[in-house]
């Protein structure tokens, strides 16, 4: 009962390089989500997919791109990382269960880039 | 402006009494819902309650209640009979928009309130 899975749990990065995290959810569900939590901020949105083949910007996406590869994936890509995008990211997949859409989060991924 | 706020950064509460949790919101939109999430230390996301715009009843969930008073756009988590595993941290949370349309179920969080029971 994995609900969604994401790689790698940790990573540190020097600032310049790229990166991709992973995420993979066995649900079913059409829409995924990538979400960053900073220390008072919140968790944000940086991107999101209401369904396989779609990909939307949310609050904070740049800096990100994202694929969704397919139903189960959603991998989001920094490609020239740098010092502010330290943080721990989430993914989380829903699907429409009348108002609720309840969301289904992953364990998180905690990013540090020097 | 922020769209929900969490103006306790910090919340102690003594194992056994009830706390309430604040958020405040704001939206233009007729339809939207409000949710509760607790994040302990290990990190996870752990749904806890929703309350719908046009729900007329407070919603519940066990020892969780939810103070929703739409007037004054408020929806404050009320935790009863407090136990030590309560101690976490809490985000109050607002999908805006028609649940059945472009909402997506895009949330937005608010900053969170740090609670701690005491034995």
């Known amino acids: 009962n994995a609900g969604v899975t994401q790689t790698p749990k940790f990573q540190v990065l020097k600032t310049g390089q790229s990166m991709t995290l992973q995420c993979a959810q066995d649900?079913?569900?059409?829409?995924m989500y990538w979400y960053r939590q900073d220390p008072g901020m919140g968790l944000r949105l940086i991107y999101y997919?209401?369904?396989?083949?779609?990909?939307d910007k949310g609050e904070v996406p740049n800096g990100y791109n994202v694929s969704r590869l397919n139903k189960r994936e959603f991998s989001l890509r920094l490609e020239s990382a740098a010092p502010s995008q330290t943080s721990v990211y989430f993914c989380?997949?829903?699907?429409?269960?009348?108002?609720?859409?309840?969301?289904?989060f992953g364990d998180g991924t905690r990013l540090s880039i020097l | 402006a922020q769209k929900i706020t969490q103006t306790q950064p910090g919340m102690f509460v003594q194992e056994k009494e009830a706390v309430t949790l604040d958020c405040t919101y704001d939206?233009?939109?007729?339809?939207?819902?409000l949710f509760w999430y607790k994040q302990p230390s290990s990190g996870e996301m752990i749904f806890l309650i929703y309350?719908?715009?046009?729900?007329?009843q407070n919603a519940t969930e066990g020892r969780y209640s939810l103070n929703f008073q739409k007037a004054r756009k408020s929806a404050n988590l009320v935790i009863s009979a407090s136990q030590l595993g309560d101690s976490a941290m809490y985000f109050c949370?607002?999908?805006?928009?028609?649940?059945?349309?472009?909402?997506?179920?895009?949330?937005?969080f608010g900053q969170g309130t740090i609670l701690t029971v005491h034995p």
């Open positions: 989380a997949s829903s699907e429409w269960r009348g108002e609720l859409w309840p969301q289904h």
């Open positions: 939206t233009s939109d007729q339809s939207y819902g």
């Open positions: 649900m079913n569900h059409n829409s």
């Open positions: 309350q719908g715009s046009y729900d007329e």
């Open positions: 949370a607002m999908r805006e928009g028609d649940a059945g349309g472009t909402s997506y179920g895009k949330l937005t």
């Open positions: 997919s209401a369904s396989e083949g779609t990909t």
